[in-house]
């Protein structure tokens, strides 16, 4: 038997049920049947159901796999590459970490120059 996922926030089961609309929509699109992406895709029709219905159980992998056949993977790299938050953190901590460095440079220069009086 599968794993059980944690239960999600209202707003991203939103978010992946407007994916797999998204999706069927694209697939509809097409003029391809749902039998012909599952297979395209590597999956069973259950599986590209449930990714449509955008259910929280089905693997990031298993999406890829739908936006491959469809041809819409060009975009998939870039969804977590703009992380603006990250950067912001990863810069105040650069910046916290050249000030203690400082400090400590600065606490030594002072110690050997009391050592040398």
């Known amino acids: ?16 049920a407007a994916l797999g609309e998204d999706l069927r929509l694209a697939r509809l699109r097409r003029r391809i049947s749902a039998t012909l ?8 029709r259950p599986t590209l159901r449930a990714i449509e219905r ?6 990031m992998g298993a999406y ?16 977590a590459s703009d992380d603006a938050l990250g950067r912001e953190l990863q810069d ?8 203690r460095a400082k400090t400590t440079a ?10 040398r009086r």
Do not use: C, F, I, Y
């Open 92 to 99: 105040a901590e650069l910046a916290a970490r050249g000030r």
């Open 54 to 59: 955008g259910e929280p159980g089905v693997t």
């Open 37 to 44: 992406l599952a297979e395209r895709a590597g999956m069973s």
């Open 1 to 16: 038997m599968g794993q059980r996922t944690a239960p999600l926030l209202p707003s991203l089961r939103r978010t992946l």
């Open 64 to 79: 890829a796999s739908v936006l491959h056949s469809l041809g819409l993977d060009d975009n998939l790299a870039s969804l």
């Open 106 to 115: 600065t606490k030594t220069r002072r110690k050997s120059t009391a050592e």
